[in-house]
């Protein structure tokens, strides 16, 4: 059994639409659209990310569920939102530089290693594995500044009021600053630290981002092609003959059968890419947010210090602060995001004359 695109015909095959590469595509159409639907998935998914930045900051261990009470009920519905409007400010210029960067990297390597001699699969793993890379470093030069200036609003406690202790330890100001809203963050980073400040942990999101979109894109790419290569038939229907001939168009599955597996896929591709970086996103958030003070002075954490910090609040564990929220969102995250860039690259398609 083995996969094809709709060109080809044999009846022991999968016909899956032919895949769209960078010069088939409308650009402008292409980042317009992508911007609003992208912007839409970051809104959906934007309060997993203020838990997980919480949880990773915090010193103490608070479940998702006592966090998300705690929000809810002292600082409302907008406390999941803290930090939104810069995010997303940021969010549109980094996505298009991500999405840019993986669809030249994927087309441009995948068909220098098919012309080398190597094998469909290699190339496909090959090149997701490099677009990942190259995606992931462009969109960083955008994205740093923003997690430094929008992680900063997240993991800002709001009033809580009231006699609960409980409640208050939780929603503490996880940074010694406070802040009115994004523009003060910038002004405050850019006064303290100059314009250094505002890539703080940029050598850590590198090495945290970068593999894993590696490992997303090829564990991805693997997944896939495993779950059509073995259980196609089971998830297909027949084509059928064309015209009472003798041909058969083989096996064709329909859209909602692509996008289910398109989100399994996408799933195990995240637990795999979460579990694989967590320990190195946890030191970034903590890098980017959290400070010391020496000598009655405000100064960043050091690397070696977050490290020592997470040691004594326990050890590799502690690194895994957040892996549920993180994985969670993860998954929902790449779930909407491939079955919306399938979507978007399909609607951005130039029309054959």
């Not at 650009?27 to 912007?39: C, D, T, V």
């Not at 002004?187 to 303290?192: A, E, G, S």
């Amino acid at each position: 059994m083995s996969l094809t695109t709709v060109e080809d015909d044999s009846s022991s095959e999968i016909h899956l639409p032919a895949e769209i590469d960078w010069h088939m595509l409308d650009k402008s159409k292409f980042f317009f659209l992508g911007a609003a639907l992208f912007s839409g998935v970051s809104a959906a998914l934007y309060p997993m990310v203020v838990l997980k930045t919480r949880q990773q900051v915090s010193s103490s261990h608070y479940s998702c569920i006592n966090m998300s009470c705690a929000i809810m009920r002292y600082e409302g519905f907008r406390g999941f939102y803290k930090g939104f409007g810069t995010s997303l400010m940021g969010t549109i210029p980094a996505r298009a530089l991500y999405m840019t960067a993986l669809e030249v990297t994927k087309s441009n390597v995948g068909s220098a290693f098919v012309d080398l001699g190597f094998s469909v699969n290699t190339a496909t793993a090959v090149a997701s594995a490099a677009a990942g890379v190259t995606s992931a470093m462009s969109a960083q030069l955008v994205w740093t500044p923003i997690d430094v200036v929008s992680q900063r609003l997240m993991v800002q406690g709001g009033g809580c009021g009231g006699g609960n202790g409980g409640a208050k330890s939780i929603l503490a100001n996880l940074n010694s600053e406070n802040y009115r809203n994004g523009l003060d963050v910038f002004r405050k980073i850019f006064y303290n630290d100059g314009p250094r400040g505002f890539y703080r942990g940029f050598g850590i999101s590198i090495l945290t981002y970068a593999p894993s979109n590696a490992v997303w894109w090829t564990s991805y790419s693997m997944v896939h092609r495993f779950i059509w290569g073995n259980f196609g038939p089971c998830l297909c229907k027949s084509g059928g003959n064309l015209g009472g001939g003798d041909r058969c168009v083989g096996y064709r599955p329909d859209s909602k059968v692509m996008i289910g597996v398109q989100g399994l896929s996408a799933v195990v591709a995240s637990g795999v890419s979460a579990i694989v970086t967590m320990p190195f996103d946890t030191i970034k958030t903590r890098l980017q947010v959290l400070d010391t003070e020496e000598n009655g002075r405000r100064r960043p954490l050091t690397f070696a210090q977050t490290v020592r910090n997470l040691v004594n609040e326990g050890g590799l564990f502690a690194c895994y602060k957040g892996l549920g929220p993180r994985w969670v969102s993860m998954s929902m995250s790449a779930t909407t995001m491939i079955t919306t860039y399938e979507f978007l690259k399909r609607m951005s398609t130039k029309r054959q004359d």
